[in-house]
């Protein structure tokens, strides 16, 4: 079992920049995808972002692809997400997930364990 723990969210004017990190514990970490989400009051959990175990492979959302970026430190266990020209449509609570699968999934369900999410708000 992995649990996830998000931190690095707050507030920051649109244009800024932000990195959320999650800390995973264990030792199996470095065998998890792991990924991103992002929910936004009265919408639904969406896919930000991706990467495999070894770290060479990262999928994105179209709506961050060329600003955010998702690394991973499997000596840390732990993943980022460094996003940056953030948007006031970036404002949300972001998920850190691990899937025990392999494949970069972009779908809620393909993921097995969640963190209790930071909330990002980015003002106009």
């Known amino acids: 079992q992995v649990q996830l723990v998000e931190s690095g969210g707050g507030l920051v004017q649109a244009g800024g920049s932000l990195r959320l990190s999650c800390a995973a514990s264990?030792?199996?970490?470095?065998?998890?995808?792991m990924g991103w989400f992002r929910q936004a009051p009265g919408k639904e959990r969406e896919f930000v972002a991706a990467?495999?175990?070894?770290?060479?492979?990262?999928y994105y959302a179209n709506s961050v692809k060329g600003r955010f970026t998702i690394s991973r430190d499997n000596a840390k266990n732990t993943v980022y997400l460094q996003m940056n020209s953030l948007k006031p449509e970036d404002t949300a609570v972001y998920y850190c997930a691990a899937r025990g699968a392999y494949g970069l999934g972009s779908l809620r369900d393909e993921y097995d364990y969640w963190g209790e999410g930071t909330q990002v708000t980015v003002s106009s």
């Open positions: 990467i495999s175990v070894t770290g060479d492979s990262t």
């Open positions: 264990g030792r199996t970490f470095r065998r998890y995808v």
